[in-house]
């Protein structure tokens, strides 16, 4: 069935829908605001994606499936809704195909972002939710890496996976705070670097976004075993990059 599936689309901004199959629907941020939708005091930006999860997770009437792509991002079966029920019955999740990125995860992370960041995630995990730990350190040393929070859930294991997400976030802004523009400001020389988009403060707010994008990666590596994967289309190239994978 076809129609026991929803795969929202995130989105923040107008943008040209390069798929029209109902299975997919549209969750767009500014609405989200304006009806007056927070999490934890913020909205949008400073989130990303997990503004629109949170939002899901709260008020949307799941179906059997759950899906998470994003206005510049599709798994490459488009409009050609797999049969997710004859999936499910091999496979525990669909993610899209990870990306090898040559070095280690911890060592791509300073590079890019603040490695504070990912240390403290690390400390949270060891302190309250011990059972990821392991699972943790193995991840921060390999070098393949599933980008962009992208997954489609059986609506039970979304729901666990999208709480979790929130309840380990809600430690991060315990210890961090939520004013993350003054959290760059006042720490730019880890935040800042040298190269293109990470030299911004305005990309580097986002860093609620990167570490729950790897903590997206240690979830699935603890809870699931047999991975299906897509390819993904990306229709813009946002940050000018060679390769344009994220």
Request: charged share 30%; proline share 2%; hydrophobic share 35%.
């Amino acid at each position: 069935m076809k129609d026991n599936v929803d795969i929202f689309i995130c989105t923040h901004k107008d943008f040209e829908k390069i798929v029209s199959n109902d299975a997919y629907k549209v969750i767009d941020s500014r609405v989200l605001k304006k009806n007056g939708f927070e999490i934890f005091g913020l909205n949008d930006v400073e989130l990303s994606e997990w503004y629109h999860i949170f939002y899901i997770l709260r008020n949307a009437k799941l179906k059997d499936y759950v899906g998470i792509c994003h206005y510049r991002r599709y798994f490459d079966f488009l409009d050609n809704i797999p049969n997710f029920d004859d999936i499910f019955k091999e496979y525990d999740v669909i993610t899209r195909t990870p990306i090898n990125i040559q070095i280690s995860i911890k060592k791509q992370y300073e590079l890019c972002h603040n490695i504070e960041d990912l240390k403290l995630l690390g400390t949270i995990l060891k302190e309250k939710f011990i059972e990821y730990y392991d699972t943790y350190n193995k991840f921060i040393e390999t070098n393949e890496m599933i980008p962009c929070n992208m997954i489609i859930m059986k609506r039970d294991d979304f729901i666990k996976f999208a709480s979790f997400m929130e309840d380990v976030l809600k430690e991060i802004f315990y210890r961090i705070g939520t004013d993350l523009y003054k959290r760059v400001l006042e720490n730019e020389d880890k935040y800042v670097k040298k190269n293109s988009p990470n030299n911004t403060h305005m990309y580097q707010i986002r860093l609620i976004t990167f570490v729950m994008e790897r903590l997206t990666n240690i979830y699935i590596m603890k809870n699931f075993n047999n991975p299906k994967r897509y390819d993904v289309i990306i229709t813009e190239n946002k940050y000018g990059l060679k390769n344009n994978m994220i």
